[in-house]
Nanobody, 123 residues
Framework: QVQLVESGGGSVQTGGSLRLSCASS????????MAWFRQTPGKEREWVAV???????YYADSVKGRFTISRDNAKKIWYLQMSALKPEDTAMYYC?????????????????WGQGTQVTVSS
């Protein structure tokens, strides 16, 4: 059974930084799209970033230049380094995975999700 566990959320002031981690287990695929999404109450879940098995990264325009996604394939962990945080980044952040990874990983059809970790940015 695939399991994803996020960690690293918290409260920071505007301009601060946080690093989220997603530890995964329960699968043997070596090829996977690893992604981060976020959601605020009353809004749809928003795709944030994704990294392919080869390490190619894609970002939503709202976080480009401020967030960095990375992965450790051996440990099946991926990260979201968030810098220059803004109040509008406040949300519950979820990691997600889909199998397999191609040259490109889409922002939809993710089959497994973590429970979420809260990020709060105060002004």
């Amino acid at each position: 059974q695939v399991q994803l566990v996020e960690s690293g959320g918290g409260s920071v002031q505007t301009g601060g930084s946080l690093r989220l981690s997603c530890a995964s287990s329960g699968y043997t695929y070596t090829s996977a799209c690893m992604a981060w999404f976020r959601q605020t109450p009353g809004k749809e879940r928003e795709w944030v970033a994704v990294v392919t098995t080869a390490g190619t990264t894609y970002y939503a325009d709202s976080v480009k230049g401020r967030f960095t996604i990375s992965r450790d394939n051996a440990k099946k962990i991926w990260y979201l380094q968030m810098s220059a945080l803004k109040p509008e980044d406040t949300a519950m952040y979820y990691c997600a995975v889909r199998f397999p990874s191609g040259v490109y990983c889409p922002a939809y059809d993710y089959t497994h999700w973590g429970q979420g970790t809260q990020v709060t940015v105060s002004s």
